[in-house]
């Protein structure tokens, strides 16, 4: 059973920086798709940023482009999204996700049935 461990997240004045985590475990498939999904209070849960395993495709949503990034570290199994220049608008719990393979046209909006497991999900505030 796929297990995804999520750290990081808190509460940060707009502009400055945080670093979430996710490890993973349980999963023996050597192909997979990892990254997060964020809710805001009140909206619908949306994608953020997504990786492949070898790290070699990177998928992000328009409104974080150019301030977050992702990254794996696969000796540990471990994402990274690193976000920069935060704003209030980023607010949200945020969790982590894994797709088992690969997905054909693999876009930041991938439907959550496709979905194989879940973070706990971490609170990022963002104060203005």
């Known amino acids: 059973e796929v297990q995804l461990v999520e750290s990081g997240g808190g509460l940060v004045q707009a502009g400055g920086s945080l670093r979430l985590s996710c490890a993973a475990s349980g999963f023996t498939f050597p192909d997979y798709v990892i990254g997060w999904f964020r809710q805001a209070p009140g909206k619908e849960r949306e994608g953020v940023s997504f990786?492949?395993?070898?790290?070699?495709?990177?998928y992000y949503r328009d409104s974080v482009k150019d301030r977050f990034a992702i990254f794996v570290d696969n000796a540990k199994n471990t994402a990274h999204l690193q976000m920069n220049s935060l704003k209030p608008e980023d607010s949200g719990v945020y969790y982590c996700?894994?797709?088992?393979?690969?997905?054909?046209?693999?876009?930041?909006?991938?439907?959550?049935?496709?979905?194989?497991?879940w973070g706990q999900g971490t609170q990022v505030t963002v104060s203005s």
């Open positions: 996700a894994i797709i088992e393979g690969l997905v054909a046209g693999m876009t930041v909006d991938i439907p959550e049935y496709d979905i194989d497991a």
């Open positions: 990786i492949t395993g070898s790290g070699g495709n990177t």
